[in-house]
């Protein structure tokens, strides 16, 4: 792409503190072979275990904050899950306090009644209240398999396949075949697609064995987010994935960490969503039928931003500004 990922003046890596002044220059003798594993060495302290499999960064600017988890899909002491019908509407935190999730982050667009505008899968299959658009590609992930289809790989009557376990739709692709998507390529508005905005974008590896949740704050003083074209740039050369689709953002974009909201959502509190991915111990999964207390929590952020609060519960479904 010939763009490099300084373009979001990334200067801090996992405690977002500042970078120091390098050290001196290594003398010729060292080998290269030495200098390549020192430098592996430090790129994985960034990366805090959170459990088994699972680990989380944080990449912080004086312009940028997101919010990164990784997620090893081959270890069996973890599984991703969807969200059951029966918890639509939900905040991701209580969401995530219901399944004893991990992590957790929202997904898919919604009305007004908080119903998907995509296809999603949970733990009793495929949602009948979701409204199918053709606009809409998805994030599958099944025993042994993970999948991102784009909008145009996915016609509007499609149905979940029977290795499918959990399942998010969102829009649009941001990263095919392992490049960014660009300005040019991207659809959207400019005031969707070309603004800064809060953000949530999940991505592939290229063996897709590896799943990454994605969440950047925005809309407020010192972080007003990032455009879909920057995120795309992020994922591919950052997190270096092969493949990587946008979900519902703004006031919607939130991420759970073990037994909070790491992020600061942009309504200065938590916005109800309709569905959610999350990542539980084998132990803690539910299956269909399941039974949970829908007892539910205030949770107040500390709002630090000037922008006026949306007074709504949902996200318009794309190509709308959010």
């Known amino acids: 792409m010939g ?27 060292y080998p290269l072979s030495l200098l390549m594993l020192l430098l592996a060495t430090v790129a994985s302290a960034d990366w805090q275990s959170i459990a088994p499999g699972l680990d989380y960064q944080e990449f912080r600017d004086k312009n940028t904050d997101i919010y990164v988890t990784r997620v090893d899909l081959t270890n069996e002491a973890i ?63 099944g025993d042994g398999e993970a999948v991102i289809k784009t909008q145009s790989q996915v016609p509007r009557d499609t149905t979940a396949e029977d290795w499918m376990t959990a399942t998010v739709s969102g829009w649009p692709a941001l990263v095919v075949g392992c490049e960014a998507l660009t300005d040019s390529e991207l659809p959207g508005s400019d005031a969707f697609t070309r603004a800064p905005h809060p953000r949530t974008a999940v991505g592939l590896s290229r063996d897709r064995k590896t799943l990454y949740f994605v969440v950047v704050d925005g809309r407020r003083t010192g972080a007003p987010g990032l455009t879909l074209s920057k995120l795309a740039r992020f994922l591919a050369e950052r997190l270096e ?82």
Not at 15 to 20: D, F, H, V
Not at 252 to 279: C, F
């Open 241 to 322: 994935v092969c493949s990587a689709i946008n979900l519902d953002g703004g006031g919607s974009s939130t991420m759970w960490l073990r037994d909070r909201v790491v992020n600061k959502p942009a309504d200065g509190v938590e916005r109800p969503v309709s569905n959610h991915l999350a990542v539980v111990l084998e132990k803690d999964v539910r299956a269909c039928g399941d039974e949970v207390s829908r007892t539910t929590t205030t949770t107040t952020i500390t709002k630090t931003t000037t922008v006026t609060p949306s007074t709504s519960g949902s996200t318009p479904p794309p190509p709308r500004n959010h």
């Open 3 to 29: 763009v490099r990922i300084s373009a979001l003046h990334c200067e801090c890596h996992g405690t977002g503190k500042p970078l120091e002044a390098g050290p001196r220059r290594m003398k010729k003798t």
């Open 79 to 141: 599984r991703v899950v969807g969200t059951p019908e029966a918890d639509r509407g939900s905040k991701v935190s209580d969401y995530a306090a219901r399944t004893h999730a991990l992590v957790a982050i929202n997904g898919d667009y919604f009305d007004d009644t908080f119903h998907p505008i995509g296809m999603t899968v949970g733990p009793c299959g495929e949602w009948d209240s979701a409204k199918k658009s053709k606009r809409e590609g998805y994030i599958s992930i």
